[in-house]
Protein backbone atom coordinates (compact mmCIF):
# COMPACT_ATOMS: atom_id res chain seq x y z
CA UNK A 1 0.00 0.00 0.00
CA UNK A 2 3.05 2.27 0.03
CA UNK A 3 3.88 2.66 -3.40
CA UNK A 4 -0.73 2.99 -4.63
CA UNK A 5 -0.17 6.80 -3.76
CA UNK A 6 2.58 7.36 -6.34
CA UNK A 7 1.37 5.32 -8.81
CA UNK A 8 -2.04 7.26 -8.63
CA UNK A 9 -0.51 10.50 -9.13
CA UNK A 10 1.71 9.12 -12.38
CA UNK A 11 -1.43 7.83 -13.74
CA UNK A 12 -3.31 11.05 -12.62
CA UNK A 13 -0.60 13.11 -14.89
CA UNK A 14 -0.47 11.08 -17.69
CA UNK A 15 -4.26 10.91 -17.56
CA UNK A 16 -4.18 15.61 -17.32
CA UNK A 17 -1.16 15.28 -20.17
CA UNK A 18 -3.44 13.47 -22.58
CA UNK A 19 -6.55 15.93 -22.02
CA UNK A 20 -4.19 18.71 -22.17
CA UNK A 21 -2.87 16.89 -25.89
CA UNK A 22 -6.20 16.35 -27.27
CA UNK A 23 -6.63 20.13 -26.96
CA UNK A 24 -3.32 21.29 -27.90
CA UNK A 25 -2.37 19.26 -30.72
CA UNK A 26 -5.23 20.54 -32.64
CA UNK A 27 -4.81 23.57 -32.17
CA UNK A 28 -1.59 23.85 -32.80
CA UNK A 29 -3.21 22.05 -36.57
CA UNK A 30 -5.57 25.07 -36.52
CA UNK A 31 -2.31 27.77 -35.94
CA UNK A 32 -0.65 25.48 -38.37
CA UNK A 33 -3.15 26.49 -41.05
CA UNK A 34 -3.42 29.95 -40.32
CA UNK A 35 0.47 30.23 -41.12
CA UNK A 36 0.28 29.10 -44.26
CA UNK A 37 -2.71 31.09 -44.80
CA UNK A 38 -1.11 34.19 -43.84
CA UNK A 39 2.21 32.83 -46.04
CA UNK A 40 0.34 32.35 -48.81
CA UNK A 41 -1.64 36.01 -48.55
CA UNK A 42 1.64 37.38 -48.11
CA UNK A 43 3.24 35.55 -51.12
CA UNK A 44 0.34 36.60 -53.34
CA UNK A 45 0.36 40.35 -52.31
CA UNK A 46 4.02 40.91 -53.02
CA UNK A 47 4.05 39.04 -56.64
CA UNK A 48 0.96 41.69 -57.41
CA UNK A 49 2.73 44.70 -55.87
CA UNK A 50 6.17 43.48 -58.03
CA UNK A 51 4.37 42.88 -61.22
CA UNK A 52 5.54 44.55 -64.68
CA UNK A 53 3.42 47.46 -65.80
CA UNK A 54 1.60 45.45 -69.61
CA UNK A 55 1.87 48.53 -71.56
CA UNK A 56 4.30 50.57 -72.60
CA UNK A 57 6.20 53.59 -70.14
CA UNK A 58 7.54 56.27 -70.84
CA UNK A 59 10.76 57.26 -69.31
CA UNK A 60 11.00 60.77 -70.64
CA UNK A 61 13.78 60.97 -72.76
CA UNK A 62 14.20 63.31 -75.32
CA UNK A 63 13.53 62.57 -78.75
CA UNK A 64 17.03 62.66 -81.08
CA UNK A 65 15.70 65.47 -83.19
CA UNK A 66 14.95 67.49 -79.98
CA UNK A 67 18.34 66.79 -78.83
CA UNK A 68 21.30 69.69 -79.31
CA UNK A 69 24.84 68.46 -77.95
CA UNK A 70 25.85 71.24 -75.04
CA UNK A 71 29.74 70.70 -76.40
CA UNK A 72 30.05 71.49 -80.37
CA UNK A 73 32.22 68.54 -82.13
CA UNK A 74 35.00 69.72 -84.44
CA UNK A 75 34.62 69.32 -87.98
CA UNK A 76 37.02 66.04 -89.10
Do not use: E, I, Q
Not at 5 to 26: C, E, N, R, S
Not at 61 to 68: E, F, G, L, T
Request: glycine content about 8%; hydrophobic content about 55%.
Amino acid sequence: MCCVGPLLAVLGAVGALATVAAVWVPALAVVAVAALVGAVAVRRRRRAACRAVPGPVDLGVPAPRDHRDPVPTAPR
